[in-house]
């Protein structure tokens, strides 16, 4: 009885060793995928990481598409340089270029944003960097409204400070996912479109911002955006404010065209200061 229960338990203790033998094999040959830009879920959302999970940042003042960071700026913020070929599988490879910058080096970018680390950011899903200097924040995948730091310039190409005198000085303002400025029509009223007739010809000058709300920077208040209907279109409001494009700015990021068009006030820009659109 003895040698039969003894027999028992080596049978058993060799079954053990071979599941343990065929778990470590299956690991081996099934490794954790490894991308080289993927998405990771961090305190600040999903957000675009590197194949060892350090947060990718975007550059306010990078709106045009070129890198405004050198110097002592590259020291704290350096540069993400590296081929897309292995991407995370809910990422587009067309999203991905590549710029070469002034000092020669390469940048990856992303939607045309060029790509940073934060070097505080010592850890793995670390997100120190968000919302720094109110110029840097996480990449995400998704922005519906992105934050750009530029100097205004007219469709005149006269420069504009903030409040719309000529004169120098860098503004902040709302721009789209790709960079794009958008802007708000003095004369609409809280959540009413009062320029948009549905006549192609009359509408292309200024068109209308369709889009689903998704991602925002960390300092905007989701609550204060909302879409309403024109024409069978979801035109994306903030504090009330219908979103446009200016037609003249023919798509292209950074431009602001329509800071003077037809005059200073009429078209101003969106940021987070912008007052309530009254009733």
Not at 224 to 234: N, P, S
Request: aromatic share 12%; hydrophobic share 35%.
């Amino acid at each position: 009885m003895k040698v039969f229960n003894f027999s028992r338990k080596l049978i058993a203790l060799a079954f053990l060793v071979s599941a343990s033998l065929s778990c470590s094999n299956d690991s081996d040959t099934n490794p954790e995928p490894t991308y080289d830009i993927a998405l990771k879920e961090t305190t600040a959302g999903k957000v675009l990481v590197d194949e060892n999970g350090k947060t990718l940042y975007f550059f306010a003042k990078d709106v045009a598409g070129t890198s405004a960071c050198s110097g002592g700026c590259v020291d704290t913020w350096p540069l993400f340089s590296k081929s897309a070929s292995k991407l995370d599988p809910a990422l587009n490879a067309t999203d991905f270029g590549s710029i070469t910058r002034a000092d020669g080096k390469s940048q990856t970018t992303f939607k045309g944003w060029p790509l940073y680390y934060y070097k505080n950011d010592l850890a793995s899903g670390d997100v120190k960097g968000e919302n720094v200097g109110s110029v840097w924040f996480v990449a995400k995948p998704t922005y519906t409204i992105m934050f750009a730091n530029a100097q205004l310039i007219g469709k005149d190409g006269k420069l504009y400070t903030s409040d719309y005198k000529e004169g120098t000085g860098e503004t902040q303002f709302f721009v789209d996912g790709m960079g794009r400025t958008l802007y708000a029509f003095a004369n609409d009223k809280k959540n009413q479109n009062k320029f948009t007739t549905n006549v192609e010809t009359h509408d292309a000058s200024w068109p209308i911002y369709v889009a689903e709300l998704k991602d925002l920077p960390s300092t905007l208040d989701k609550s204060l955006f909302t879409t309403i209907d024109v024409f069978g279109k979801k035109q994306l409001t903030y504090k009330g404010w219908p979103l446009y494009y200016f037609g003249n700015d023919n798509q292209k990021r950074g431009l602001t065209k329509g800071v003077d068009s037809p005059r200073t006030g009429v078209w101003p820009i969106v940021n987070k200061e912008s007052p309530v659109a009254p009733d």
